[in-house]
């Protein structure tokens, strides 16, 4: 199987980025039973939904993008998080919606309509960690995620890109296997490695490449 990222955006340029206004004095989470979600007022885009508005072709396209997408910020530190997005399954959510949610959890905003929901986003520790460093490094409020840029892949030739396989090249990506972590960190910051960063993946499928396996990079 051949894995090509083949886009490579600067959020910023093909998307409007509502800004979260809300205050943030504790940089606290909390446990809902949804999941945790900060301690926070609403946000000001009220809802994951609109937390993203793509207004290019290429960012419109990733509503019925399937495969694996990298997000990756400078601020607090170079930091990297490794996603997929499958299209076998009826419950199947596309790199646009997944990306959106991503934002939510970047800026520490709550989207639940009340403080005890999570609003559909759940906030993971390592998010947790690095969205609390990055509001205070922001400054603040009003983060338009300036740094932060996208890149996605899908399997080359495939109509289908199924969770199993996706999962196998998502755990691959993350434990650097064949150094390919290595090389998406090199051709984003140019002179690092897989050490310089900040990795938001929790546990990853431990199965390893196939032989005939390949990721091309954009």
Known sequence: MLLRFSLKLDVSTHFVVPQDQTEWNQKAHHKTSQGWTP???????????????PITPEANALSDWYGIYI???????PTLYVGIASNDSVASEGVLTRLKKHRVKATGS??????????????????????????IA??????????????????DGMSLQT?????RFEGALVRNERGA???????????????HIKLLNGNASRLQLYPDDQIELW
């Open 71 to 77: 997000f990756a910020a400078d601020v607090p530190e």
């Open 39 to 53: 301690v926070r007022e609403r946000a000001t885009f009220q809802t994951w939904g609109k937390s993203l508005h």
């Open 163 to 167: 969770k199993a396989d996706l999962e």
């Open 110 to 135: 709550h989207v639940g309509a009340t403080l005890n929901s999570s609003g559909g986003v759940h906030h993971p520790e390592n998010w947790r960690d690095f969205a609390t460093k990055r509001y």
């Open 138 to 155: 922001i400054g603040g409020p009003g983060d338009a995620l300036a740094d932060v840029r996208i890149m996605v892949s899908k399997f």
């Open 181 to 195: 972590l290595d090389a998406i960190v090199n051709k984003l910051w140019p002179g690092k490695n897989v050490a």
